[in-house]
């Protein structure tokens, strides 16, 4: 059941004064605009996708590990919990967690990494600014327009981070980053809970795999003391129920504490409307400092003991090596692609010349599962494989 305007917080992102779509369309008859949003956004091909795409670990490698798909609905679960403890637009932040992964390649970071790399020299990839490409541009759904024609609230909250050079090409939504200025609640919002979501749960799926030990984990302050809590009440307790209800407390203590100092952090700025929250000189969501520097000491500890693990390693420069191969046949060849990727990539470089043919074949990669990735790759590379 969604949230009736009228209980929502002043400076609450409020649905009947969105600043618009690009495309004027009638109002919805049964449903808010940011309900139209998120079934959009659920409903599109790119959230399809996201199912076969790697948070850490390649599909392949297991059915029961996070990926694009899983991670953002459990993104949008811990961040619609915390909207609605604050009176915030808990639709709207629904839609931005799920929409927020829409660009991301095949390969995970790893993925992001390489095609970035290939695309130095025509302005470089961000999976951010890929999301706002596919549901402003490349997702083709609609008779009417282009993209799924999402709100301006959706769409500000996809993008994270910008450089002013991008933001000067994005118009009224790259305004905030030239103004030093800050998104609604909601998007900020939806940022943490992503940091939330991936720092706990890549913690569980590092364990599963093997990865991370338990004695690795006793020496992360956040893990040690609720795991010590959990074997004090429970004794007997082991395996896969002791790491669950260890994580299920960390995500509870954090979210707790981010409810509390951002309710505070609000009380003292007292904005009266999204508006004034986009001029505060500094973002409200956040921890307070005690929480903060354990969840910074847990992310370290991933990167160190996970993301940079041998194993994950080796599967990093897998990627890596696909993705650049890809690229390099692509460019050289366009014809390469299927019929409807080459027209976009002859059309693009007859506006753009060369970075105009590369963004096409960024395109094509990025909207890639790690397996059809893959059997590209094969279909390309392995002459034993049919094309």
Not at 11 to 38: I, K, M, N, V
Request: one cysteine or more; aromatic letters at 8%.
């Amino acid at each position: 059941m969604n949230q009736p305007t009228t209980s929502l917080a002043a400076y609450a992102a409020q649905d009947d004064r969105t600043r618009g779509r690009h495309y004027l369309e009638p109002s919805p008859g049964y449903r808010t605009e940011f309900q139209r949003d998120r079934d959009r956004i659920v409903h599109s091909t790119a959230f399809r996708r996201l199912v076969y795409k790697t948070q850490v670990f390649v599909n392949h490698e297991g059915d029961l590990y996070r990926t694009r798909l899983t991670h953002s609905v459990e993104v949008a679960q811990i961040a619609r919990t915390i909207a609605r403890a604050m009176n915030l637009n808990e639709t709207l932040t629904e839609a931005i967690c799920l929409a927020h992964d829409l660009g991301h390649t095949p390969f995970g970071h790893a993925g992001q990494d390489a095609l970035n790399e290939c695309m130095r020299e025509y302005g470089g990839f961000e999976h951010n600014l890929q999301s706002l490409r596919v549901v402003e541009e490349l997702e083709e759904r609609y008779a009417e327009f282009p993209g799924l024609n999402l709100t301006f609230e959706v769409r500000e909250g996809i993008l994270k981070h910008c450089s002013l050079k991008n933001a000067a090409k994005l118009g009224e939504l790259g305004e905030r980053f030239i103004k030093r200025q800050h998104p609604s609640l909601e998007a900020q919002l939806a940022n943490v809970a992503d940091e939330i979501a991936y720092n706990n749960h890549d913690l569980d799926d590092g364990l599963r795999a093997g990865l991370l030990t338990l004695e690795e984990l006793a020496e992360v302050t956040i893990f040690r003391r609720h795991y010590d809590s959990v074997l004090k009440r429970y004794p007997g307790l082991s395996g896969r129920r002791l790491i669950h209800e260890t994580v299920r407390r960390m995500i509870n203590e954090v979210v707790t504490d981010l409810i509390d100092t951002t309710s505070a952090a609000i009380a003292v700025a007292e904005p009266a409307d999204i508006e004034a929250v986009r001029r505060l000189p500094a973002m409200l969501v956040g921890f307070g400092s005690t929480v903060a520097a354990e969840h910074l000491e847990l992310k370290q500890f991933l990167r160190k003991n996970l993301y940079r693990h041998y194993r994950v390693l080796r599967m990093t420069t897998k990627a890596h090596k696909v993705v650049q191969a890809l690229f390099s046949a692509f460019m050289d060849k366009p014809e390469l692609m299927p019929p409807e990727h080459w027209v976009h990539a002859q059309r693009l470089q007859g506006e753009a010349g060369d970075a105009g043919r590369a963004r096409a074949v960024a395109d094509y990669i990025a909207g890639m599962t790690d397996r059809f990735a893959i059997l590209e790759y094969d279909r390309l590379f392995d002459p034993s494989e049919r094309t």
